[in-house]
């Protein structure tokens, strides 16, 4: 199918990131001008990445301004003054080198979505939001595009979420499932996906071995037969096969449900994201060039990241942030027998989105800054202790202070981990 342009949802904002700009636009010209071995590696970077798709042509055709680039945007930024949604999803099909990695019993031949993840980076690029949607999630399913030929199926109205991968891959195309599970996100949260990525067993284990493994702290042993996982209580320092098997895990840790492994899903993402950031990739670019090839390499996105200008682009406005700036966050729910459903504060979450707001409210407060002994304790178990302190005082307007603000689903930061 032909690409299209992006639809313009909202007028694209000026951001003063000089520095930013200036740094891709280096990894540009690195990459342009700098010789034979690396425009082989950006020939191999290219054709590691399965691209067929843009989004915008599976949806009904709306009305749309054309979008106007902005003077002085950032070159490798297809979103730039906009915000960003990215689907990234975790797929177990079996083809290929997938059928050599660790996997639970319960398999079937072809791909499905083991893993999904809305990833919201605003229009300012503060900050890096992470959701992850609860695979047993009952949700309508819309009709989708199973084929090249244009074959669709028949919309569903309660179905688990993760069976759009499957009815849109039903003949075996990646990318179209991908683009069924966009579209039942899209109709779930009232959000635009603007791109996709998806990354099977193979492609995960081999980003973890090239950025020297995932240090990371166990207060207990964990094992899990179907899984392949046995880790050591203590502190340790995951190879690939040992980091999939913990993302993996379900049915021998906790209460064998997906929400809970959702749970060591997103602390194992928050010390990937520490250890990739403690390589200082931006300023090394022969490491980022080869963590690049790890993660394409198993690749198959849609064609807004179909390139590793694009991909290197994301890597660098990612950076600035830093681990404080990334929030985990589950979609909240309710439990449904074996399933769960949606509810109230599913549809805060979504709104949130809509409006570019932060999931965390904490973070987007003023700092204190009057005085140090006035910072509120930062475990939300500590018992409150009396502070007669002058900067301590209710505010005359009976406002709520920073350390009152909560919201109705737990952030992990990508800065928190457990400490042995």
């Known amino acids: 199918m032909p690409s299209s342009p992006r639809p313009t949802r909202h007028a694209r904002r000026l951001i003063d990131r000089r520095?930013?700009?200036?740094?891709?636009?280096?990894?540009?010209?690195?990459?342009?001008?700098?010789?034979?071995?690396?425009?082989?590696?950006?020939?191999?970077?290219?054709?590691?990445?399965?691209s067929n798709y843009a989004l915008e042509d599976f949806r009904p055709t709306p009305e749309v301004e054309e979008a106007v680039a902005t003077e002085g945007e950032n070159p490798t930024d297809p979103m730039a003054g906009q915000d960003w949604n990215i689907l990234l999803i975790g797929s177990d099909s079996r083809d290929g080198e997938n059928g050599d990695v660790s996997g639970d019993g319960d398999l079937f031949e072809g791909a499905r979505a083991d893993t999904t993840i809305l990833l919201h980076l605003p229009a300012d690029r503060s900050?890096?939001?992470?959701?992850?949607?609860?695979?047993?999630?009952?949700?309508?399913?819309?009709?989708?595009?199973?084929?090249?030929?244009?074959?669709?199926?028949?919309?569903?109205?309660?179905?688990?979420?993760?069976?759009?991968?499957?009815?849109?891959?039903?003949?075996?195309?990646?990318?179209?499932?991908?683009?069924?599970?966009?579209?039942?996100?899209?109709?779930?949260?009232?959000?635009?996906?603007?791109?996709?990525?998806?990354?099977?067993?193979?492609?995960?284990?081999?980003?973890?071995?090239?950025?020297?493994?995932?240090?990371?702290?166990?207060?207990?042993a964990l094992h899990d037969d179907l899984a392949g996982l046995d880790i050591a209580a203590g502190?340790?320092?995951?190879?690939?096969?040992?980091?999939?098997?913990?993302?993996r895990a379900r049915k021998s840790l906790g209460d064998g449900s997906d929400i809970q492994r959702i749970d060591r899903q997103q602390e194992l993402l928050a010390a990937m994201?520490?250890?990739?950031?403690?390589?200082?990739?931006?300023?090394?670019?022969?490491?980022?060039?080869?963590?690049?090839?790890?993660?394409?390499?198993?690749?198959?996105?849609?064609?807004?990241?179909?390139?590793?200008?694009?991909?290197?682009?994301?890597?660098?406005?990612?950076?600035?942030?830093?681990?404080?700036?990334?929030?985990?966050?589950?979609?909240?729910?309710?439990?449904?027998?074996?399933?769960?459903?949606?509810n109230a504060q599913s549809e805060e979450l979504w709104e949130r989105l809509r409006n570019d707001e932060p999931l965390n409210s904490a973070s987007a407060q003023p700092e204190e800054t009057t005085s140090s002994d006035s910072t509120p304790s930062s475990s939300p178990s500590a018992a409150p202790q009396e502070d007669t302190?002058?900067?301590?005082?209710?505010?005359?307007?009976?406002?709520?202070?920073?350390?009152?603000?909560?919201?109705?689903?737990?952030?992990?930061?990508?800065?928190?981990g457990a400490t042995c």
């Open 19 to 50: 520095w930013l700009r200036a740094l891709a636009t280096a990894l540009v010209a690195v990459l342009a001008f700098s010789g034979t071995a690396v425009a082989a590696m950006y020939y191999t970077l290219t054709h590691n990445i399965s």
């Open 127 to 220: 900050r890096a939001e992470a959701v992850s949607i609860p695979r047993d999630l009952l949700t309508a399913v819309p009709s989708c595009v199973t084929d090249s030929d244009g074959s669709t199926s028949w919309a569903q109205d309660s179905a688990m979420f993760n069976s759009a991968f499957a009815t849109g891959g039903i003949n075996g195309d990646v990318g179209l499932g991908a683009i069924c599970t966009a579209l039942t996100v899209e109709e779930m949260s009232g959000l635009t996906i603007d791109d996709y990525a998806v990354v099977d067993f193979a492609g995960f284990e081999r980003m973890v071995d090239t950025i020297g493994g995932v240090p990371m702290c166990f207060p207990e």
């Open 235 to 247: 502190e340790q320092t995951l190879d690939g096969v040992q980091a999939l098997a913990l993302a």
């Open 273 to 342: 994201v520490r250890q990739v950031l403690s390589l200082n990739l931006v300023t090394d670019s022969y490491a980022l060039i080869q963590f690049l090839d790890a993660v394409t390499s198993s690749l198959t996105t849609s064609q807004g990241l179909g390139n590793p200008i694009s991909l290197a682009g994301l890597a660098l406005e990612l950076a600035p942030i830093g681990a404080e700036g990334v929030a985990f966050v589950t979609l909240p729910f309710d439990p449904a027998g074996a399933r769960v459903v949606a």
């Open 389 to 416: 302190s002058e900067d301590s005082e209710p505010s005359e307007d009976g406002e709520s202070t920073p350390d009152e603000v909560s919201d109705p689903w737990e952030v992990l930061s990508g800065d928190e």
